[in-house]
């Protein structure tokens, strides 16, 4: 059973930076892609980015496009969701999801993914 743990939500002002992590265990995570969400109080759950398990495939959302970077360090089996230039409007709870689809593709509804994290907080202030 694949469980899966964000970190690196926290206070940060606007402009600023943050590294979420998802970490893995109980299976390795390089036959997984990963998707990035998130959902702020009283909105629906947005897909924000995604990353293929062979890591050459990936999508942004375009309201994080520019600004967040996805990777993965399949060694550490861990993805991080560098968020750079941070706004107000980021702010919600960040999870992240996995599914083993073929090497090459990703998704950004989160309805196909099996395994979710717990989620973390980001809070975005101006």
């Known amino acids: 059973q694949l469980q ?9 002002q606007a402009g600023g ?3 979420l992590s998802c970490a893995a265990s ?4 390089d ?4 998707g990035w969400f998130r ?3 009283g909105k629906e759950r947005e897909g924000i980015s995604c990353i293929s398990s062979s890591g050459d495939s ?3 959302a375009r309201s994080v496009r520019g600004r967040f970077t996805i990777s993965r360090d399949n060694a550490k089996n861990t993805v ?3 968020m750079n230039s941070l706004k107000p409007e980021d702010t919600a709870v960040y999870y992240c999801a996995a599914k083993d ?3 090459y593709y990703c998704s950004y509804y989160g309805h196909e993914y099996d395994y979710w994290g717990q989620g973390t907080q980001v809070t975005v202030s101006s």
């Open 31 to 34: 036959s997984y892609a990963i």
């Open 101 to 103: 689809w073929v090497y």
């Open 58 to 60: 990936t999508y942004y």
């Open 4 to 12: 899966l743990v964000e970190s690196g939500g926290g206070l940060v």
């Open 80 to 82: 991080y969701l560098q």
């Open 17 to 19: 930076s943050l590294r």
């Open 39 to 41: 959902q702020a109080p």
């Open 26 to 29: 109980g299976l390795t995570l």
